[in-house]
């Protein structure tokens, strides 16, 4: 017993007084007054507990088919419910406490060392003491205690690596049989119970298996506890990206700071200026357009006969109001607005537009959908359902229906810049901007034939703001899909500079599904400038125009420095125009911004 070793390596204590326990006692326990023995008394409120939970899932899912309240019950189901509260306090107070109450106070080694060695004082106790010699020249005070063992150091396969300890015998075991591949990596969490061991743990495996070193990847000042199925499963390390703030930036009469996350140089400084062009020019204007979240499931049919009824069925106004009523039984935020179908052949794609509130909505459109489609097996039986996605709504790709249609939140975005403002904060002029950005976003992205990219470069912040704010990085795809104008206005005095973002997909306020506490950005900043519905979109799109502008203002600055300088032409212009980036990133941002 590796208990009794290691008692024996301590020193001798000196025994403790104790009651003497007769072996013939009769210990009353407390399930003696149950009137049924323990394990029968267990067996019948498992099985009154799992009846009672079944019996009101099923009642209550035959409620929801038909349209009934469910705080209408019946008699059986009172009963119900009084036994189902009573087997739950039962089950609670006999395995519950007596489980919490051995995670909060779970005893150390040492404890039960003491008590093992309480029970061995008592057994002396009861016996006779035999010993012809003095208790003191009977103890034996000679044993030397087991000197403290070394931790295990590893070695490494790479050279710039440093040797990483391993605390225990038991974590090298681990880490071994993670290598063997006897134990899955991705159980090391829910085995172990510690997700920082885990990480360690299977970071080290990952060294040995690859011979490569993770010494850079920071393990250390994270909470993977906060991660345990919510974002990221088998975490071996973070990733740290700083956070710049530019702001601040005067839409809609308010002003906003906007919190970037990125690594490359001069996109917050350049942004930063675009602001402050849109605040001397007494600020950005920006319009919600349409808010809806789609999914698109695909389904097939035997002939394409039968593909068009339904696509008929589901266009028809009179039955909207029956699919609605379906499809909103999923949600008390998510509202279905339009459903548009496309046929190819016989497979029919439909596209469902849904509210959703503060939330993303994919989820949300989804669980609606699966509603509308197991409604719909009722009339078409030969419907084939082949995936509740069918790319047609479209996510995280490029798509003309996105660009056309809009897909999350619609925004458009417009300023006024005066001359003044464009000469002194830009550095450039009102013609040379409409003259540039006709040539390069419109005519340029023509040519190159994109999809939604009639923009300078509107994903850089987009991206810089979706990791800030914790959204979806991989929906910069689509939220990218601007189109930036430019018109001098005022007899040509002014510039009047707009940005529409048809599809730009975010969550409106933070959730569970993010680490609240973790966040790249605190909670302060989520309040003061995130808070209103679509607030997100509106700053976005300000912040788009400024990026914009400050890109067009790059070719008139190096014009200008070439002529001032009259430079022979070497073929590498990155001297005469390396000083120009600043003012081309903060008007590319001023555009950004005030669309």
């Known amino acids: 017993m590796e208990a009794s070793r290691l008692s024996s390596t301590k020193p001798v204590q000196a025994l403790k007084?104790?009651?003497?326990?007769?072996?013939?006692?009769?210990?009353?326990?407390?399930?003696?007054?149950?009137?049924?023995?323990?394990?029968?008394?267990?067996?019948?409120?498992?099985?009154?507990?799992?009846?009672?939970?079944?019996?009101?899932?099923?009642?209550?899912?035959?409620?929801?088919?038909?349209?009934?309240?469910?705080?209408?019950?019946?008699?059986?189901?009172?009963?119900?419910?009084?036994?189902?509260?009573?087997?739950?306090?039962?089950?609670?107070?006999?395995?519950?406490?007596?489980?919490?109450?051995?995670?909060?106070?779970?005893?150390t080694p040492d404890v039960w060392i003491s008590e093992d060695e309480e029970e061995e004082n008592e057994v002396l106790l009861r016996k006779e003491d035999a010993r012809k010699v003095p208790c003191a020249q009977a103890l034996d005070c000679s044993l030397p205690s087991l000197p403290p063992q070394a931790p295990i150091v590893t070695a490494q396969k790479v050279f710039d690596e440093k040797p990483v300890t391993v605390l225990t015998e038991e974590d090298e075991e681990i880490i071994k049989s993670v290598v063997a591949g006897t134990t899955p990596s991705y159980s090391l969490e829910s085995k172990l119970g510690d997700c920082k061991r885990a990480a360690a743990i299977r970071r080290e495996a990952l060294?040995?298996?690859?011979?490569?070193?993770?010494?850079?990847?920071?393990?250390?000042?994270?909470?993977?506890?906060?991660?345990?199925?919510q974002c990221c499963e088998m975490p071996v390390g973070y990733v740290q990206i700083p956070v710049g703030i530019?702001?601040?930036?005067?839409?809609?009469?308010?002003?906003?700071?906007?919190?970037?996350?990125?690594?490359?140089?001069?996109l917050v400084a350049s942004t930063n200026r675009g602001f402050k062009a849109i605040h001397l020019s007494g600020g950005a204007t920006c319009v919600l357009l349409k808010d809806g979240m789609t999914r698109a499931p695909v389904v097939r049919f035997g002939t394409a006969k039968r593909a068009a009824d339904l696509k008929f069925y589901l266009e028809d106004?009179?039955?909207?109001?029956?699919?609605?009523?379906?499809?909103?039984?999923?949600?008390?935020?998510?509202?279905?607005?339009?459903?548009?179908?496309?046929?190819?052949?016989?497979?029919?794609?439909?596209?469902?537009?849904?509210?959703?509130?503060?939330?993303?909505?994919?989820?949300?459109?989804?669980?609606?959908?699966?509603?509308?489609?197991?409604?719909?097996?009722?009339?078409?039986?030969?419907?084939?359902?082949?995936?509740?996605?069918?790319?047609?709504?479209?996510?995280?790709?490029?798509?003309?229906?996105?660009?056309?249609?809009?897909?999350?939140?619609?925004?458009?975005?417009?300023?006024?810049i005066p001359g003044d403002v464009v000469r002194k904060v830009l550095k450039t002029s009102v013609e040379s901007l409409v003259e540039l950005n006709m040539l390069k976003n419109l005519t340029g992205s023509a040519m190159a034939g994109a999809?939604?990219?009639?923009?300078?470069?509107?994903?850089?912040?987009?991206?810089?703001?979706?990791i800030a704010t914790g959204q979806d990085p991989a929906q910069n795809v689509e939220s990218s899909h601007c189109i930036?104008?430019?018109?001098?206005?005022?007899?040509g005095k002014d510039l009047h500079v707009s940005v529409t973002m048809p599809s730009i997909e975010v969550i409106n306020r933070v959730t569970v599904r993010l680490l609240k506490h973790k966040m790249l950005v605190p909670n302060y900043l989520y309040s003061s400038m995130i808070h209103p519905l679509g607030w997100h979109c509106w700053w976005w799109n300000s912040t788009c125009i400024s990026?914009?502008?400050?890109?067009?203002?790059?070719?008139?600055?190096?014009?200008?420095?070439?002529?001032?300088?009259?430079?022979?032409?070497?073929?590498?212009?990155?001297?005469r125009c390396g000083p120009c980036w600043g003012v081309v990133a903060h008007v590319c941002n001023f555009c950004w911004a005030t669309s």
Request: negative net charge; proline residues 4%; aromatic residues 10%.
């Open 246 to 266: 530019a702001g601040p930036l005067l839409l809609n009469g308010r002003e906003f700071s906007v919190p970037m996350a990125t690594t490359e140089g001069c």
């Open 17 to 107: 007084p104790t009651k003497t326990v007769s072996l013939d006692e009769d210990v009353t326990k407390a399930s003696d007054a149950l009137p049924l023995p323990l394990h029968l008394t267990n067996a019948a409120f498992f099985t009154l507990f799992f009846s009672v939970v079944y019996f009101l899932l099923s009642s209550w899912r035959e409620k929801i088919r038909t349209s009934t309240p469910l705080h209408v019950v019946t008699f059986s189901e009172i009963v119900a419910i009084i036994a189902f509260v009573a087997s739950f306090i039962y089950l609670l107070g006999f395995f519950g406490i007596d489980f919490v109450q051995s995670l909060v106070f779970r005893p």
């Open 207 to 229: 060294q040995r298996l690859t011979g490569k070193s993770l010494s850079g990847l920071p393990l250390e000042g994270f909470d993977y506890e906060s991660i345990l199925g």
């Open 317 to 416: 106004p009179d039955s909207f109001e029956t699919l609605s009523v379906v499809f909103n039984r999923s949600s008390r935020f998510g509202r279905l607005q339009s459903i548009k179908c496309a046929i190819a052949g016989k497979n029919l794609y439909m596209r469902f537009t849904c509210s959703t509130g503060d939330a993303m909505g994919m989820n949300m459109v989804s669980k609606g959908v699966q509603n509308v489609l197991d409604f719909l097996q009722t009339d078409f039986p030969d419907m084939d359902v082949l995936g509740i996605s069918g790319n047609f709504c479209s996510d995280k790709k490029p798509s003309a229906v996105n660009w056309i249609e809009g897909r999350g939140k619609s925004v458009v975005c417009e300023a006024i």
């Open 484 to 491: 930036t104008m430019m018109e001098a206005v005022n007899d």
């Open 547 to 575: 990026v914009s502008m400050f890109e067009f203002t790059r070719s008139e600055r190096c014009k200008q420095r070439d002529a001032r300088s009259k430079l022979e032409d070497t073929g590498n212009h990155s001297s």
């Open 451 to 466: 999809l939604g990219g009639f923009n300078a470069h509107a994903s850089n912040i987009v991206s810089a703001v979706f």
